[in-house]
């Protein structure tokens, strides 16, 4: 999103929001949906990995992809979107992505393979790029006034942790009563509340005079985005090898290159007004800016990574139906909602840098108990550890997206805005794609089933079951009692030292974050 295009938008007489304050709420109200919705798409969906792996007989770096291929492309395309938005209006494009979003949700509900599931997946993300710039864009022009903006972008960064309460329920239930293609049937019942009403309720907001889109940044954030994950995966999963160096090497390259484009396009922009960088560079000079967006981004970072594997130990190790477990993580995911409310009247007593830090500590907190904890004795050291996690995620996450907004000049805000929802995706998109990456590849390097299965089970369950752990949960069901427990035993073993390994990680690098944000935030000052 240009910083032309926000600073016209938010300035003109034709986007000013209307004058009723009952209308301003219930705008932000309806504006929560699609925000609802991209959260409970996340996490919903992560309950319904081991049904879709028993369905589609997806491999392990199928089932990665296919969390993975949404907030990719999402991400890729957050920033392009902005600045589309800023050219045909913003409640425009957020209702083009929302009843897109509904349909490809319905159609791929009915895929029939994991590379249609995949494919369904990223067309997801295109529509998802289109609601999530929106949002935020259009809050900032309905609430002016500082101090019922910053409740208003509280409230909106709640919305994602009330999504992802949300999600375990929703996901759970619908998988064990209906199929796994219903989680994706539910976005079209969540959007159409926007779709009916917001026309008449959220007011327009576009500017006047946008700088032309320019394509080459748009495909240059894609060709960034896409070989570095590719390269991480491939790295976690098959070990060292100069495919995936080569692919990390090439998006890191593309990353130069579009970082050139974007600072020559601000220098022409200069003389040439129809000529804007798709993406401001120069607010990553700023420390606090730079710092938060880290803060914001590992904190979605460890939260997601949290979810993939606890998912898959309620449901496949400890035997629990969907909808039980997503009961189960429900308080620790709400209190991610509480810690993101309360800590806005806190920073005015508590210095911001001090609050993320503390938040950041808390998930590392959480990290620690499971790196060091006894998985063996049932779920209730890992579900602590989620809550401890929940609440300095949701501490953490919140203050970091305001002091995004705030770090950057005024006519940066819309930069910032785009940056700071491009930290949400990166954020959930690594959790998932490094840490996941990890737990598979351990669980598969670590995994020694005991004799005698080749005799009794088909082959292709067989490699099934050294692939994923829904594979081994699905091989023991076919042996006798005693070869069954030992298939279930070896699994559970592996896939814990996976925990470990991944958790260890987590650990090492919240501590890093949380030391960071203390040194490099602590000049912020108090909030009035």
């Not at 949700?105 to 997946?121: D, M, Q």
């Not at 700023?286 to 309620?314: D, E, K």
């Not at 990166?426 to 990890?438: F, H, P």
Request: charged fraction near 10%; proline fraction near 6%; include cysteine.
């Amino acid at each position: 999103m240009s910083i032309t295009s926000i600073t016209a938008a938010t300035s003109t007489p034709a986007t000013t929001a209307p004058g009723a304050p009952w209308r301003d709420w219930v705008a932000l109200a309806l504006l929560m949906f699609p925000v609802l919705l991209v959260a409970v798409d996340n996490t919903a969906l992560t309950f319904a990995l081991p049904a879709i792996a028993s369905s589609l007989t997806a491999s392990g770096v199928e089932l990665l992809w296919i969390v993975d291929a949404y907030p990719l492309v999402l991400a890729g395309l957050l920033v392009a979107m902005g600045s589309l938005g800023d050219r045909i209006g913003r409640r425009r494009l957020l209702f083009v992505g929302s009843a897109g979003f509904a349909a490809v949700s319905a159609v791929t509900a009915f895929a029939p393979s994991a590379e249609w599931l995949i494919a369904g997946r990223a067309g997801l993300g295109l529509f998802g790029a289109m609601l999530m710039p929106s949002t935020l864009s259009l809050i900032r022009n309905i609430f002016p006034q500082p101090n019922r903006r910053r409740l208003a972008v509280a409230i909106w960064a709640a919305g994602f942790s009330g999504g992802a309460a949300l999600g375990p329920i929703a996901g759970g239930w619908l998988v064990e009563h209906f199929w796994w293609g219903a989680v994706l049937l539910v976005a079209v019942p969540i959007i159409l509340p926007l779709l009916l009403l917001g026309p008449a309720l959220i007011p327009e907001s576009r500017d006047p005079q946008p700088g032309r889109v320019d394509v080459p940044s748009i495909v240059l954030s894609l060709l960034v985005m896409v070989p570095v994950v590719y390269g991480i995966k491939s790295l976690a999963t098959h070990g060292p090898a100069p495919e995936a160096f080569a692919s990390i090497g090439t998006g890191l390259l593309m990353g130069y290159v579009f970082i050139r484009r974007q600072r020559a396009l601000a220098r022409v922009h200069r003389t040439d007004q129809s000529t804007a960088p798709m993406l401001d560079v120069s607010l990553f000079g700023n420390r606090i800016f730079s710092t938060a967006i880290v803060a914001n981004v590992l904190a979605l970072f460890s939260f997601n990574g949290f979810i993939l594997f606890l998912a898959q130990h309620l449901q496949l190790l400890e035997g629990q139906s969907p909808s039980a477990s997503g009961v189960a993580m429900v308080p620790a995911l709400i209190a991610t909602v509480v810690a993101g409310l309360l800590v806005v009247p806190l920073v005015r007593k508590v210095r911001p840098g001090f609050v993320v830090a503390g938040g950041l500590l808390l998930s590392a907190a959480g990290y620690f108990l499971v790196a060091f904890g006894d998985h063996s004795q049932g779920p209730s050291l890992l579900l602590a550890a989620l809550l401890v996690l929940c609440l300095g995620v949701g501490a953490a996450e919140t203050i970091s997206n305001d002091l995004i907004l705030g770090a950057a000049p005024a006519d940066k805000s819309g930069a910032a805005a785009a940056i700071s929802e491009t930290g949400y995706e990166v954020g959930s998109l690594l959790g998932t794609a490094i840490l996941g990456s990890i737990l598979t590849a351990s669980y598969q390097g670590n995994l020694r089933l005991p004799a005698g299965v080749s005799e009794l089970a088909p082959a292709a369950a067989t490699s099934q079951a050294g692939e994923t752990l829904a594979g081994a949960v699905d091989l023991a069901r076919m042996l006798p009692a005693p070869l069954a427990e030992a298939v279930t035993a070896a699994a559970r073993t592996a896939f814990d030292s996976g925990v470990h390994v991944t958790a260890s990680i987590a650990l090492v690098l919240m501590s890093g974050a949380c030391v960071l944000a203390a040194v490099v935030l602590r000049s912020v000052p108090k909030a009035k």
